[in-house]
């Protein structure tokens, strides 16, 4: 089988390549500049280069490669799609066609075009189901009472503002929004909070998937580095969406968790179709 990776930041993509080579695909990589490891280029049989505004490049080398599948594996810094965009004259012709410049709009105005090129964009995460965050408590520890009012109130939070594409996150305690994800990520949401609070306060991190059916894009991932980073900001319990989530190098994360006395529960959310 063979078809195309477009590969952001993270384990995402390395991982995703590495479960490809191991089932015998025969995978096109397409790295953004300044997101993308270069370790891609040992997993991939073909890799290529591209800056993150060159939509006529991206395509003009899935036509040359025969490419008509692709995925998009690995995030890209959503402050990059607003600040650093220098588009070609394709995504400039895009860009000026959407009412907004979200990454929703951008990223499905990006697959659209590719679409009626004859490109299809597959489920994201159609190499790492395994990975998928299950439902309930995932850690030794289960919520405290205290802990699970929060979790409660910031689900609530999260999912209405998941409708928005604002971000995938939010920071609780005591049953108040701290900080709500923007442009900067999680990572430094939570920091942002614990500024907020002087890290006299508990947090509790609550993240919740894009209110769509499909994950061809900017599906929530968490991995050790989330949970370094709850260690550091005073954030006792994470609450992800089941089946919706990934969760990259598992064991560790659990470990991790484990270790630090954090909790990790996966939950059940309802779809609305896009």
Known sequence: MRYGIIAGNGRFPLLALD??????????????????????????????????????????????????EILFCGQVKHVS??????????????????????????????????????????DSTRLLKPLLAPEGVLTRRAPSDDEAEDIAYGRQVAEALSGFDIGQSVAIAERACVAVEAMEGTDEMLRRASALTRGRRDLRLIKAARRRVHMKFDVPVVGP?????MKETKTTALAITAGR????????????ANDAKITIIGYTAEEEAN
Do not use: C, Y
């Open 81 to 122: 799609l607003f600040s650093a965009l220098r588009p070609d004259w394709r995504l400039a012709k895009l860009l000026f066609s959407l009412k907004r410049r979200n990454t929703d709009s951008i990223l499905g105005g990006v697959i659209q075009a590719l679409e009626e090129e004859g490109i299809h964009v597959a």
């Open 225 to 229: 580095e989330t949970i370094s980073v």
């Open 245 to 256: 989530t990934l969760m990259l190098d598992r064991e560790l994360v659990l470990q991790s």
């Open 19 to 68: 479960a490809a080579r191991q089932q015998g695909d025969e995978v096109v990589a397409i790295g953004i500049e300044g997101e993308a490891s270069r370790d891609i280029e040992a997993l991939a049989a073909v890799t290529h280069w591209i800056s993150i505004a060159a939509l006529s490049k991206l395509i003009g080398i899935l036509k040359e490669e025969r490419i008509t």
